[in-house]
Structures are given as structure tokens and as C-alpha cells.
């Protein structure tokens, strides 16, 4: 459902029975930039609402080839905003203003915002726009908190970035997993963080209920293992923005055969970079059906 400025909530967070998730929906495309950057015409962030109390956005690939998605959650009594995408000049990326047109709808709920990683300057360009902003709160060393019947577990998940964080939402069962793990090309800078990291997802996800987990890129396209070239900005044929609990499995498995060693774990859905260069491509595994014949290397 896409939703606009001026209806952009229905409702805030609202208490669950036992063992229940709030509905939400995934199904949706994303809008995927234009061969000539200069001549989109697409919104400079894209809004959608997964449910009410529940907004993706994601930045215009045309503006910025990482297009990296910020997530804003809502309770009854505050509201959390998950990262802060790749540009600062809010003429480009108006962030600031769509989270005041969506908190406008929800009694002005005091915003709290936080990083997947304070390290990652993809995701926090936009986090100056709020210098000044009434009622707005910075995190730096996150914990645990509560939103008003909707409470974020932070979960520590070094690996990606030495300063990682995952954040789990018991109200929709979403776990934010920022660059540690998404549908794109996987950049490992401690393969025993990384490992412990999903050890430690791997455990939470037993006991806890997990719908889906949303990182903080698409990068893959939608055919196996292929995935867009760096500075793409024209995907569209891309991979879904949600995995499954499952990949963390996959991942943790492959990551395990490849720590130590300067190699890629190509996957269907993500490919693991541990100790190579951007450009190291890795051989292509057996299991996955053959590389297309395209016009182009997606690879």
C-alpha cells in the first residue's frame, strides 16, 4: 500500500494477544531508478506502509545508487526511526520532511533515531536534517526500549561493521538487519564477529517469533546469484527487499567455510565478501543453476 503525505497513518501500535504478530504486507515493487539519472521523475523517497504503525521508505536510486530503506515505527507513545539513508541536502532527499508529514498523523509522537551503524556513512547522511528538531532524540549506544505497547530489542551484531546492531520488533516480528545481512553483496570485515553475529540471530530466531528481515539495500536482481553492478542506477529487475528467517542459516554456513580464507560465497540471494576486494568476483557454485545469457554482465 503506498500512502501519501496527507494520509500517511491510520493508527498506532496496538496490543497483541500471545504468540500473535501484527498483519503487514510486503507486496509491492520497489521503484528502480531510470537509465538516465538526470531525467527521473520517480518521489525523492518512496513511502510505503507494511501496516499502519509500520513505514518502509526507501531512497530514490536515481539520487543515490545505494538507495539504502530507513524504517520508521510507531507506538502509542514515542517513535523509532532506523537509519537515515545516503544524502545530507534535504533538496535531494527530503528526509526530514516526510518524517514531520508522517509524525503530523500521529499526535507529533517524540522520534528517537538510531543506526544499524554509526560507521556506515551510507546510512546516516541524512541524519543532519534533524539538527534542531523538537522533541528528537539521537541515539548513539542504543538499548533496549519501549515505544508505548511495542517494545525494540537491540541485539549487538558486530561484523559487517565493528559497531553493528540488529533491532527485533515483537509487535510485527521484522528483525532489522542492516548491512549484515540483505539481498546484495555481503562485505565481511571480521569473519569471527560475523560468525558469532549469526550464531547469535540464529539463537534469537528460535526462540523468538521472526517474520522477515529487512536489511538495508537491494543489490541482487531477481535471477539467482546475479546482482547489479556498483553506481547502478537503473535496477529493474530486482530481488524482494524481505528474507527469510532461513537465510540466516545459509549464511552462517557459508561464512563458517569461507572464514579465514580470501574468498565469495555466491548464494542465490546474497553473496559473502571475506577478505577480497569489491571487485573479486568468486567461482560460481555448483548448486545454483547456470550463470543467464544476458547482453551484460550483472555479475
Request: aromatic share 8%; charged share 20%; net charge positive.
Amino acid at each position: 500500500m503506498t500512502i501519501t503525505r496527507r494520509a500517511l497513518f491510520a493508527a498506532a501500535a496496538l496490543p497483541l494477544k500471545a504468540n500473535t504478530l501484527a498483519p503487514g504486507s510486503l507486496r509491492f515493487k520497489w521503484n528502480y531508478g531510470s537509465i538516465c539519472a538526470a531525467r527521473n521523475r520517480d518521489p525523492r523517497i518512496q513511502v510505503i506502509a507494511y501496516n499502519p504503525s509500520t513505514i518502509v521508505m526507501r531512497q530514490n536510486v536515481a539520487v543515490h545508487w545505494e538507495a539504502p530503506f530507513t524504517y520508521l515505527l510507531a507506538g502509542t507513545e514515542k517513535a523509532l526511526l532506523i537509519d537515515t539513508g545516503a544524502t545530507p541536502e534535504p533538496n535531494y532527499y527530503p528526509l526530514r520532511t516526510t518524517i514531520d508529514g508522517l509524525l503530523s498523523n500521529l499526535r507529533n509522537l517524540p522520534l528517537t533515531i538510531a543506526h544499524t551503524s554509526a560507521e556506515d556513512i551510507a546510512l546516516n547522511q541524512g541524519v543532519s536534517q534533524f539538527k534542531g528538531r523538537p522533541n528528537t532524540t539521537i541515539l548513539t549506544k542504543p538499548t533496549t526500549f519501549d515505544l508505548g505497547n511495542r517494545v525494540i530489542t537491540i541485539i549487538p551484531t558486530p561484523g559487517a561493521h565493528k559497531d553493528g546492531i540488529t533491532f527485533y520488533d515483537r509487535y510485527t516480528g521484522l528483525l532489522f538487519t542492516g548491512d549484515l545481512l540483505f539481498p546484495g553483496r555481503i562485505h565481511i570485515s571480521n569473519d569471527a564477529d560475523y560468525i558469532r553475529s549469526l550464531e547469535t540471530l540464529e539463537a534469537f530466531v528460535k526462540s523468538n517469533p521472526v517474520r522477515w528481515l529487512l536489511g538495508a539495500h537491494i543489490e541482487m536482481t531477481a535471477v539467482p546469484g546475479i546482482h547489479y553492478p556498483m553506481r547502478t542506477n537503473f535496477k529493474p529487475n530486482e530481488h524482494a527487499l524481505q528474507l527469510e528467517p532461513e537465510a540466516i542459516g545459509e549464511a552462517l554456513q557459508h561464512a563458517r567455510r569461507i572464514q579465514g580464507k580470501s574468498e565469495v560465497a555466491i548464494r542465490a540471494e546474497f553473496h559473502l565478501l571475506n577478505r577480497v576486494g569489491v571487485d573479486h568476483r568468486g567461482d560460481w557454485p555448483a548448486d545454483l543453476p547456470p550463470v543467464p545469457v544476458a547482453p551484460f554482465n550483472l555479475r
